[in-house]
């Protein structure tokens, strides 16, 4: 499996990789110049205490890299994970890279995400973020009517402005941006990757980003399961 | 000066800085135990040789921190250049910190940027990307009026959603975001903030990013006279 | 208070810093366009909660910069905490500079770490690394002679191949290195410095670089007493 | 080819690698969702565009893992690249991942660089650093010797020391370091791996590390020919 859809219109894909559980276990060792090439319980008792006691270097020298196709929130909540952000998290880590698309310059048909009818959620009981239960059935049939009245307006007028001469750098400013899908690579190692999944499979992370999350780490579990099993990488119980 | 204004409600602040043109000569000459403490001819050679040459690391030892708020579009390009993106630049360098507010709890009254009607722009005559001449008088008060009413209609949809008990997270799917206004904090290095300059006070980067990138640039060189100056960061002549 | 003595001839001096601990708690409040500009209880529970939280991202805009004249295999340790090692640590943090001089080129007379007599300690029982009580007076008398000797006549070789017109950087293969003075300036985030002091502070550090560790701690500690105290950065109580 | 040989008993090996040229041009064309999978005309046109223009970003998808074998100096100076420093360079690039061996709890026999008589250099000139022609054969044999007896008693009193029961970590202030072997895993984007190499090919870098900035050339060249030629990566013409 190389590619778990998300959303309505979105997924993550598995472009390539590279190393695997004894990549970290051998960069452990390199003090000793002894390679291991087959995985045994001596690699698993190494691998579990480099992860207890946050020895986390080794997990740098495997790669991954994805392609993500998702609503720029989701996109601005995954780069402030890069970037280090308020009240997120901030490992200052970069040994990631980025490459995204961009609205200046495309001027292909803009597509959104639109929640279907069930996926409405209310706002939390207890928290100045996140979200509860979803909205009664009826409302939200009317929100995503609503919401896809209003997108359709919004790239009409996009589209007006483009056909009158309006630089593209402009015109967005018409278009519900929080919404609207958008396209990127994501190379990081797996020290960056466990850390982006620890944050993002939080219940208070929001539940779209949560879905990406759990297709990334559907995409790298069979590739690191030792690595992501001791890093205490998982999803939460009741997804 | 510490604040400068920019668009229509924007602006950037000095919130505060470490070092002078002082400190990069002297981490040039940490190993000659040598430290000047009055600017002379001498340190002018060095700090040019340094530019020259591309040795910017003297160059990280100055730090600079700023209070920004600006468009989201705005937002989207400043943090590009920090992670690095496609068709723009990407040095990776991350001697730099960034936190910023998010729609994601907030339900303060959110704030929009909307062109005045000499401000609409063409699109570039010869590039996929860019903007030209003012257009029409005429029609740049179309679009100023057709923005105003189109984001109006948003933020009550906004609002109505949230007064449906709709968690904030969700609701914003109805908000025009690229125009609206984030605040955030940047504490860069010296080095990490020349780049910026040198990249988004370019005539190809956004009107509006280099109307922040000029600020920025007006805010830090009474700071640093030699250093930005040797460094070759300027304004771009028509402006 | 701007320098502490560190080990026979070398120390750790506070060049320049910026920021407080408001700094902190204003970065985590950006949101809310709300700045303290009196540290207050409010305050204090919201630093409690970033460092508790591991929200370290706030403390990314609080800047230090240091002069440190250490002993190269303490350089050595210092570094492998920035750039990430093996056996140790590695937060790939790099809000951080690191200026040091070279033996490629200088020619000034090396300065060499001599262990005092009382000084020299046995090697731990229970552990690959790391050492343990100091050894028999009469035997340290002798290493400190034996050490000293040995130093003296590799610089009298490295000073001979000078003088036979042999460049600079074959010549220092005659030094006996570790124990070899270096000067750098590192400049690094509130972050940066408390991780590094969690790691540096522990008993199983090497003595030398915990001293090292202690300096920063004593310097920095008056500047944001509110930061390090919530982020439990502590001596190690026996010392 | 997967291993490359230098000085007398050092080596660069491939580990493994992470994409192709293709990937370069790939990660440059994420917003138009298009996929090169076959090399072509047009693909060479994009990859000397960004080259050119210093659009760098898209060459950080592409990864490579190396371990080293090298005297410390050249490790030293190696990581003076990925941390920055002071008369040499400093990108601030960190998408890099590093482990190395340590002389703090090794006991195995310490393997040291010693230069056969022919390959000792005058001092250059015109300049404070670097090296000129070889030195006369006869003075060549002599210090040779000299070194080889130099180190060994180092070798003798470190192993003394270490069985008289003192720690590995003191004991290791007799050996002359410099010239010591120490084993690494460099992990690195093609950003870095090229900019490393174009600091490292230099005339004006120490010889030694030269000649491993020519072994990470060769094993890297046949993997990504079209990228290495775009950006300018070759050796100095007389060696």
Redo the contacts between chains.
């Keep these: 499996m190389t590619l778990v859809d998300v959303l309505d219109k979105g997924y993550v894909r598995l472009v390539?990789?590279?190393?695997s559980d004894l990549?970290v276990v051998?960069?452990?060792r390199?003090?000793?110049?002894k390679e291991s090439t087959e995985w045994s319980e001596k690699d698993l008792r190494l691998i579990r205490f480099l992860a207890r006691e946050?020895?986390?270097?080794?997990f740098?020298?495997v790669?991954l890299?994805f392609?993500i196709y998702a609503p720029?929130?989701v996109a601005?909540?995954w780069?402030?994970y890069?970037?280090?952000?308020?009240?997120?998290?901030?490992?200052?880590?970069?040994?990631?890279?980025?490459?995204?698309?961009?609205?200046?310059?495309?001027t292909e048909e803009p597509i959104f995400?639109i929640?279907n009818p069930g996926e409405?959620?209310?706002?939390?009981e207890n928290s100045?973020?996140?979200?509860?239960q979803a909205?009664e059935a009826e409302?939200g049939k009317d929100?995503t009517k609503?919401?896809m009245d209003?997108v359709e307006?919004?790239v009409q007028?996009y589209e007006e402005?483009?056909a009158?001469?309006?630089?593209?750098?402009?015109a967005?400013?018409?278009?519900?941006?929080?919404?609207m899908y958008v396209?990127?690579?994501w190379?990081a190692?797996l020290?960056?990757v466990s850390h982006f999944l620890s944050q993002r499979l939080e219940h208070d992370a929001?539940?779209?980003i949560q879905l990406y999350a759990n297709a990334v780490l559907q995409l790298s579990m069979p590739l690191f399961p030792n690595a992501l099993a001791e890093l205490k990488v998982h999803t939460n119980e009741d997804e």
């Design positions: 390539n990789h590279m190393g990549t051998n960069a452990a390199v003090s000793y110049a946050g020895h986390t270097s080794p740098r020298h790669m890299q392609e720029l929130m601005r909540q780069w402030k890069v970037v280090g952000s308020s009240h997120m998290e901030g490992t200052g880590d970069s040994l990631e890279a980025w490459n995204e698309s961009s609205r200046r310059y495309i995400y929640p409405w959620r209310e706002k939390p100045k973020q996140g979200s509860g909205i409302s929100y609503k919401l209003y307006a919004g007028k402005a483009l009158d001469g309006i630089c593209a750098e402009q967005r400013l018409f278009l519900p941006a929080y919404g396209r990127w690579y190379t190692s020290q960056s929001q539940k779209e």
